[in-house]
T-cell receptor
Framework: DGGITQSPKYLFRKEGQNVTLSCEQN?????MYWYRQDPGQGLRLIYY???????QKGDIAEGYSVSREKKESFPLTVTSAQKNPTAFYLC?????????????FGPGTRLTVL | AQKVTQAQTEISVVEKEDVTLDCVYE???????LFWYKQPPSGELVFLIR??????QNEISGRYSWNFQKSTSSFNFTITASQVVDSAVYFC????????????????FGQGTILTVHP
């Protein structure tokens, strides 16, 4: 089945550690996105990538890094510089980075800093 | 700047009741796209509908219907004869195709409405 997978579902991190969240899609989509969701709030864009080997910062990129070496993969690293990383992280993809396309989301990763 | 407001934080209904979720948006552009997503307890956002600003026709899909009114900048979502499985957080979102920089590709989300349907 085509879709977006994220792993792990739950992730626990000690303060000062970097962690990497995985996002894989087999929809052959060009564009991929990372959003952060905090309780009672909508989603906020962290990074997006329109094409392989290219990515751009979103609204809240500080303390995060990404790579896009393959079309189907867009991992997100939460670095120790991110002051409040506990949140729910959602990855999305779309056919192309145009204004008309619909973004489809993965199941999310819940990150907790201990 | 774009903004989406979902004034109803939580709604509680009994099964078979009709329920309307409100969404009001702000944008300076004449061309834009509106979306509704459903987030069940599992966490994944499920796409429900996309509407462009030039299409003001109401849409019906089974028990779901959407009322888009540009005059009031609203894109409300109605569930008819609600069911327990409709219990979820519902998000309205706005996308501006002319946005560049950090806004490119960004969906501006409302804060979401928690819908609880009781048996």
């Amino acid at each position: 089945d085509g879709g977006i997978t994220q792993s792990p579902k739950y992730l626990f991190r000690k303060e000062g550690q970097n962690v990497t969240l995985s996002c894989e899609q087999n929809l052959n989509h060009d564009a991929m996105y990372w959003y952060r969701q905090d309780p009672g709030q909508g989603l906020r864009l962290i990074y997006y990538s329109q094409i392989v080997n290219d990515f751009q910062k979103g609204d809240i990129a500080e303390g995060y890094s990404v790579s896009r070496e393959k079309k189907e993969s867009f991992p997100l690293t939460v670095t120790s510089a991110q002051k409040n990383p506990t949140a729910f992280y959602l990855c999305a993809s779309s056919t192309e980075p145009s204004s008309t396309d619909t973004q489809y989301f993965g199941p999310g990763t819940r990150l907790t800093v201990l | 700047a774009q903004k989406v407001t979902q004034a109803q934080t939580e709604i509680s209904v009994v099964e078979k009741e009709d329920v309307t979720l409100d969404c009001v948006y702000e944008t300076r552009d004449t061309t834009y796209y509106l979306f509704w997503y459903k987030q069940p307890p599992s966490g994944e956002l499920v796409f429900l509908i996309r509407r462009n600003s030039f299409d003001e026709q109401n849409e019906i899909s089974g028990r779901y219907s959407w009322n888009f009114q540009k005059s009031t900048s609203s894109f409300n979502f109605t569930i008819t004869a609600s069911q327990v499985v409709d219990s979820a957080v519902y998000f309205c979102a706005l996308r501006d195709p002319n946005a560049g920089g950090t806004s490119y590709g960004k969906l501006t989300f409302g804060q979401g409405t928690i819908l609880t349907v009781h048996p």
